[in-house]
């Protein structure tokens, strides 16, 4: 149920219970461990629900499952296993969980995704049967959107349609029903929210006044605002919702300036402005402009982390869009001279310019107290926890190297700066250099969001939530669209339960 639940994206109501609850299983892990009468997918399902929580558990549980003929080279999972479907599944599901060092979650992922590839055709095509009252249609779908979009790294809002066919043929248990009327009824509500906040944020904008007089920049409030409504899903973050919007569009926009629009000694000028944080007389008139709005923006948070949680935070937001404009020009200025810098310069410089540590900021002083902001552990975690996500970004865009809409700027490429670097590498080898970076990315990023944090869990969901929104919203077709997205917005705003 509570697996459900957090799939279906309705579990916010009930997460006292649910925090009972999953207290009671970890007590009852800490004492037996993991009975020999427990299946796979009890022990795997236990085992995710429990460390997305914060729960620790180890990864050794899946020890039991080895294969007696292992003979102690690698982790060889018992082949029997690979009739387990729902086993299988779950086990994948869990493998998503793992952090650096937990070798055995790696090939569980990779005994689970090839014991499940060759199921999906075979439910596919073996007519409508009933496997532990699901059809085989139904299972080979599950299967299929298992594999392609596993739970810890997918987002509810966009997923949970295709979890409800399968709640909807699974009569084993009494409460589907209730469950799935309960989730068409919360997006429908949750719909409507966001149909307000869109208001809201496109009144923002429009008095704003950037999009008349910087014509040059990208004018996408609706597509700003995507980022919040992932980032924090909870209806009761509406104001910090669209607050966030706020400073995501300026991170925009000032790409904009830098990256399609601005001379080197303009964009120098403009950084020292930032720097400095003062209206220079010598920047152009669309620099003041865009110096303004930034400086209204910041302003307006500041007083409401002061007015919510006691603490001003303009400092740590000016100093955020300081290390980002300079992070900029650093681009900027490679581009002009033609320098191809060192494939980890310019990783360390571009996590930075994602524009990620500075939304995170926000998010930590939209959601956070001072005492969260004066403890160093807690800072230390959070520096890590936003470099990861910040790393899984610009890594997966460099994957595709995909311009925005209607956007010719230079930016630059891990995957060609690499490749430079090592020239006997084919292009293929450096997308599969990349994608280990990203995943080991994704495990440093759980060690810090699956572990016990002193700052709001929000906070820590919030990095998830931006790790799985990349996917989607860096998935250009050939026309510079995101047609996925765009699909799922429509589906969420315009259809409501439809």
Known sequence: MVDALQRLGIAYPFEEEIKSILHEQHLISSFD?????????????????????????????FKGFKSKEDNNVGCVFDPMLGKDVFG?????????????????????AEFARKALSGSAD???????????????????ELVRNTLSNPIHKSLPRFTSKSFEVYLKGHYHYEWTRAFRELAILDRDLIASINRTEIRQVSKWWRDLGLSNELKFARDQPMKWYMWPMVVLPEPKLSKER?????PIAMVYIIDDIFDVHGTLDELTLFAEAIDRWECAEELPNYMKTCFRALDKCTNEISFRVYTKHGWNPTDLLRKSWASLCDAFLVEARWFTSSHSPPADEYLKNAIVSTGVPLVMVHLFALLCEDTDRQSTDTMKSFREMSSSTAKILRLWDDLGSAKDENQEGHDGSYVDYYMKENPSCSLEGARNHVKAMISNA???????????????????????????MVPLMYDYDENHCLPIIQEHMKSLLLNGSV
Not at 34 to 57: C, I, K, M, N, T
């Open 122 to 140: 075979k439910f596919l095509n073996v007519g409508d049967n009933d496997i532990n009252g699901v059809s085989s249609k139904l299972l080979g």
């Open 88 to 108: 299988l599944m779950s086990l994948y599901e869990a493998s998503h969980l793992g952090m650096q060092g937990e070798d055995i979650l790696s090939e569980a």
């Open 33 to 61: 461990g993991h009975p020999s009468r427990d299946s796979l997918y009890e022990v795997a399902l236990r085992f995710r629900l429990l460390r997305q929580e914060g729960y620790y558990l180890p990864a050794d549980i």
């Open 442 to 468: 994704w495990k440093n990023l759980n060690r810090e969001c699956l572990s016990p944090q002193p700052f709001s869990p929000s906070l820590a969901k919030g990095s998830l939530n931006t790790a799985r």
């Open 242 to 246: 669209v607050d966030l919007t706020k």
